[in-house]
């Protein structure tokens, strides 16, 4: 087998390296075993953006052997020397795994020099049993058992030993010199501690990107390197192991281009927030739960969680919806041409956390069907939208999906709520509250249809709410039918609008918002909502409950009164 060498320039001191692109420099060091090629996708795409210079370890590909003893200062040491033949002043630094030490030495080591940092499945202080397992490992090596296939297990899941990745990594392990695989891996086994505790000098912004299911550079270490470096961010892309820059070329290389792309002033100003904190403050926004479905090229259904749902415009009819550059199946919905929004009903939570998680499969066991555009459509969601991609936009570390609907359906059911990083289900925390409530209960609406309410005659002359008593219906969810059978009109329930006592007759009564459909009632008459009857209310609380209605519905604004019918309280809605 031959494996392709690119085109090597070589620097006094004899190391090689491939250079592409122009402008600002990006340095790039490989990996134990590896070579300068193992950054072959992004040797591409970054040279767009930059002077993307990707060296030869000492020993590897076609660099000279490192002189001295094997221990990662030495590495550093002799990375600096090239940085120096390179006559490189200020340059950004990506290191991959024995790479990724390298240059946290050097960053250590020479903060000033550097104007970005991002280490790629580096190691971090290893718990015991990794040290004893990893220096295992380096004592074999030094007895001179390689075994040049070892590495592909832990580095590749299973079913990506067909992939092209493995195929080239593979390919690197079996070319690779023997000796100078031992003295790097003598370095690498001790090299997770030699500069751990002095990551607070390292100035520049600092990026700790691993794959979630890399079990020696764990997402836990990254995120401990990010904690230690003043400017740190990690990022962790699912469903990838260690070799994350080739199995997740795309995702990979977004996040360098806005890596590349921001000024360190910008990054600088955006570090200074917590990434946790400002989460959660985004998180006191209360939104609905959606699923965003499409197909990959084969086909194969995919799909994720997602809150960030938004309307956008009624003329085109756009929605948006935003999407981590992390999240394995960015791949797809960052060149697919359709796509469909399910917004989850209040019963759906665990079909939301099934598409929040990761699964081999998150469709097993989910009812759905493909929809004319050609995504997936889940079954009793509340609401779906079918559309086809409008625009995408770069935004950060999301891609903004601008969709255009296509078609869509409604089925009037109560969206599911999240707020604060919990669900919430208005409609059926009102109905196990009134399941909960005295045989007694009256039961009023609100009524709307197109601008005015319905009132009923009382028999004292004037006019009241409708309204059934809870002994009339066995559980909350026959409320609408009960209450068309006594209007002659479909009923939509809305959400609680009053809850009150009545303390002289002790009765209880609960209001809800109603839509009425379309057609004649039984009974009672229309009034407009800002030209009620009110002194023709003879309950003083359905009074206040009208005049309260009239002003919250000006801003479309409504809270929940809670009291009896002479006091109490209005809460928002969300309380
Ligand atoms: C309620 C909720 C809302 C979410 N909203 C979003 C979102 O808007 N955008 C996003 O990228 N991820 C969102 N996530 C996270 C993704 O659903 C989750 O990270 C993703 O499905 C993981 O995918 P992967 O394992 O395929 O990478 C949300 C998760 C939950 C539970």
């Known amino acids: 087998m031959t494996l392709p060498i690119l085109p090597r320039c070589k620097t006094p001191s004899g190391a090689a390296y491939v250079e592409r692109g122009s402008g600002e420099p990006l340095l790039l060091l490989h990996g134990v075993g590896m070579r300068a090629q193992a950054w072959q996708p992004q040797l591409e795409a970054l040279s767009s953006a930059a002077r993307v210079i990707a060296l030869d370890?000492?020993?590897?590909?076609?660099?000279?052997?490192?002189s001295g003893?094997?221990?990662?200062?030495?590495?550093?040491?002799?990375?600096?020397?090239?940085?120096?033949?390179?006559?490189?002043?200020?340059?950004?630094?990506?290191?991959?795994?024995m790479g990724a030490l390298i240059?946290?030495?050097?960053?250590?080591?020479?903060?000033?020099?550097?104007?970005?940092?991002?280490?790629?499945?580096?190691?971090?202080k290893r718990d015991h049993a990794a040290r004893c397992a990893v220096q295992a490992r380096a004592a074999e090596i030094l007895r001179g058992h390689f075994d040049r296939n070892a590495p592909l297990s832990r580095w590749f899941a299973p079913n990506e030993q067909e992939s092209p990745a493995y195929q080239s990594?593979?390919?690197?392990?079996?070319?690779?010199?023997?000796?100078?695989?031992?003295?790097?891996?003598?370095?690498?086994?001790?090299?997770?501690?030699?500069?751990?505790?002095?990551?607070?000098?390292?100035?520049?912004?600092?990026?700790?990107?691993?794959?979630?299911?890399?079990?020696?550079?764990?997402?836990?270490?990254?995120?401990?390197?990010?904690?230690?470096?003043?400017?740190?961010?990690?990022?962790?892309?699912?469903?990838?192991?260690h070799m994350v820059n080739l199995t997740a070329p795309l995702q990979v290389n977004g996040i360098l281009l806005d890596w590349l792309k921001a000024s360190c002033e910008n990054n600088n100003m955006s570090t200074v927030f917590?990434?946790?904190?400002?989460?959660?403050?985004?998180?006191?926004?209360?939104?609905?739960?959606?699923?965003?479905?499409?197909?990959?090229?084969?086909?194969?259904?995919?799909?994720?969680?997602?809150?960030?749902?938004?309307?956008?415009?009624?003329?085109?009819?756009?929605?948006?919806?935003?999407?981590?550059?992390?999240?394995?199946?960015?791949?797809?919905?960052?060149?697919?041409?359709?796509?469909?929004?399910?917004?989850?009903?209040?019963?759906?939570?665990?079909?939301?956390?099934?598409?929040?998680?990761p699964s081999e499969d998150r469709f097993a066991g989910v009812n759905w069907q493909l929809s004319e555009n050609g995504s997936p459509i889940l079954k009793d969601t509340a609401a779906w939208f079918d559309c086809s991609v409008y625009q995408r936009i770069e935004a950060g570390d999301h891609l903004l999906l601008l969709g255009e609907v296509k078609a869509f359906n409604n089925s009037g059911k109560t969206g599911l709520g999240y707020a604060r990083g919990a669900y919430f289900t208005p409609a059926q925390t009102e109905n196990r509250l009134l399941e909960h409530t005295l045989g007694s209960t009256q039961i009023a609406l609100v009524a709307e249809r197109d601008g005015q309410l319905l009132l009923l005659p009382d028999n004292k002359n004037g006019w009241q709410l409708p309204?059934?008593?809870?002994?009339?219906?066995?559980?909350?969810?026959?409320?609408?039918?009960?209450?068309?059978e006594h209007l002659g009109v479909a009923v939509q329930m809305g959400l609680l609008y009053s809850l009150y006592d009545d303390t002289q007759s002790g009765q209880q009564h609960i209001v809800y918002r109603a839509n009425l459909g379309q057609g004649a009632v039984n009974n009672g008459k229309w009034f407009a909502i800002n030209n009620l009857p009110l002194t023709a209310i003879n309950s003083s609380a359905e009074r206040d409950i009208l005049k309260r209605y009239t002003q919250e519905s000006r801003l479309g604004n409504f809270g929940i009164y809670l009291g009896d019918q002479h006091q109490g309280q209005v809460h928002t809605v969300t309380a």
């Open 169 to 241: 990594v593979q390919q690197f392990l079996h070319a690779v010199d023997k000796s100078g695989y031992a003295a790097a891996y003598q370095a690498f086994a001790e090299g997770d501690s030699v500069y751990a505790d002095d990551f607070a000098h390292i100035t520049c912004p600092a990026l700790f990107l691993t794959g979630a299911d890399d079990q020696n550079s764990t997402p836990q270490m990254a995120t401990q390197m990010a904690k230690a470096t003043p400017q740190g961010r990690a990022i962790i892309i699912n469903g990838h192991r």
């Open 103 to 124: 240059a946290a030495g050097y960053a250590v080591t020479y903060p000033e020099r550097l104007t970005r940092l991002a280490l790629f499945n580096a190691v971090y």
């Open 57 to 66: 370890l000492p020993g590897h590909g076609a660099s000279n052997a490192l």
């Open 274 to 357: 917590d990434a946790r904190a400002l989460r959660d403050a985004f998180g006191a926004f209360l939104t609905g739960v959606t699923v965003v479905t499409s197909t990959d090229q084969q086909g194969k259904p995919l799909g994720f969680t997602a809150n960030s749902f938004s309307s956008v415009s009624l003329e085109p009819p756009l929605l948006s919806v935003c999407l981590a550059k992390t999240a394995s199946s960015y791949p797809v919905f960052s060149q697919t041409t359709h796509f469909a929004v399910n917004i989850l009903g209040e019963e759906q939570k665990a079909l939301s956390n099934t598409f929040a998680r």
């Open 69 to 97: 003893t094997p221990d990662l200062r030495n590495f550093v040491s002799w990375f600096a020397g090239v940085v120096d033949e390179l006559a490189l002043d200020r340059f950004s630094l990506i290191g991959h795994s």
């Open 467 to 484: 309204a059934l008593v809870k002994t009339q219906m066995q559980t909350a969810q026959q409320l609408p039918q009960r209450f068309a």
